[in-house]
């Protein structure tokens, strides 16, 4: 399948022995020092931030936009739903992914001082999803560094089109995106193992009703189904003010009052279960009577052609939603065995 019309940007960031993010890094270290110049510290790629996002940077700071998407105006100064891809040299002739941002919003020019995280003081880049590869973890990638029509060693970036806006000829960047999509890769930070278990489930429930789900479709319905309930609460008089991520999707007001919105989207009709994390759950508890819950059923999902597709579907709101305890079941663990 060619995935390459996609919205892409590579770049080069330093190696480091570890990144700050990373579960159990707490003490992140980078080899080079001109990884933090001019306030740019790459480290801190892969760390959310307290209002639940991640911000990127690397040493050039500003990107082409229309290089990224040639659909853009030409005074547009962000381009969003862009997979971002780092990678990093960590040998001779040794160049490897170590993570990549899903539907990022990158800026024209670095921005500074809008993060409430004190580490985080300039970035070009923002997203809720961002998977990052442990040291272990992180794997070989074909990427023509060097060679003609690949990644520039001394520039580091990579677009996929042209300075004249034609799109490339990059027949390499299918293997790439193929390995990304299909790469097990979590969030860092919190939820990590109950977001995995979350799609996972989610997935399994689909397939045990017929429909084919993977990581890929699973990110098409959650994207369709955040746009459909923008769409629903605006119509129903809420301003959006913001998509978070986690603990819950999106914020809305109404007057004076914030609401809360969590956001399940599934092929299944009628939609009679939906899985929650922990903190979703304990994050609808908390925020009540201003939290609710959008679900979106019986999506229609077009796999067969090169970008999935969804349609359709019908929606649930359940508003204030707090999950009552006898209806909530336990489908994993986790248990803190005694020191050695």
């Avoid at 970008?307 to 006898?326: H, L, M, W, Y």
């Amino acid at each position: 399948m060619k995935q390459t019309k996609r919205k892409i940007l590579i770049v080069h960031v330093n190696e480091m022995e570890r990144y700050a993010g990373y579960p159990g890094d707490i003490d992140p270290r980078e080899k080079h020092n001109h990884a933090s110049k001019d306030g740019v510290s790459e480290r801190f790629n892969f760390k959310r931030a307290p209002e639940g996002k991640f911000y990127g940077a690397w040493c050039k700071g500003k990107a082409d936009l229309r290089r990224i998407d040639p659909q853009l105006n030409k005074n547009a100064a962000t381009v969003d739903g862009v997979l971002l891809i780092f990678w990093a040299t960590v040998g001779k002739g040794d160049y490897r992914i170590v993570g990549w941002y899903e539907d990022a919003t990158i800026w024209k020019e670095a921005q500074t001082n809008r993060c409430k995280d004190r580490d985080i003081k300039r970035f070009i880049a923002e997203t809720t999803r961002c998977f990052p590869l442990p040291r272990e973890e992180k794997f070989s990638a074909p990427l023509p560094v060097g060679k003609k029509g690949g990644i520039s060693p001394h520039f580091g970036h990579w677009y996929a089109y042209s300075k004249t806006l034609e799109r490339k000829n990059a027949p390499w960047l299918d293997r790439i995106i193929s390995s990304i999509d299909s790469h097990e890769a979590t969030p860092p930070n919190g939820d990590k193992d109950d977001e995995s278990a979350i799609d996972m489930d989610t997935a399994d429930d689909e397939k045990r009703h017929g429909f084919l789900s993977n990581a890929r479709i699973r990110r098409v319905i959650e994207l369709f189904a955040e746009k459909k309930a923008i769409e629903s609460f605006k119509n129903s008089g809420y301003t959006f003010v913001q998509k978070v991520g986690k603990p819950f999707d999106l914020i809305f007001r109404k007057g004076s009052q914030q609401l809360f919105v969590e956001v399940k989207g599934t092929q299944v009709a009628n939609g009679g279960r939906i899985f929650l994390t922990y903190n979703e759950v304990k994050c609808a508890k908390d925020k009540q009577p201003n939290y609710a819950l959008f679900l979106l059923h019986s999506i229609n999902v077009n796999s067969d052609v090169e970008e999935p597709t969804a349609s359709g579907g019908v929606n649930r709101i359940i508003n204030p939603f707090q999950p009552k305890d006898e209806r909530l079941k336990a489908i994993s663990y986790q248990y803190e065995l005694d020191p050695i």
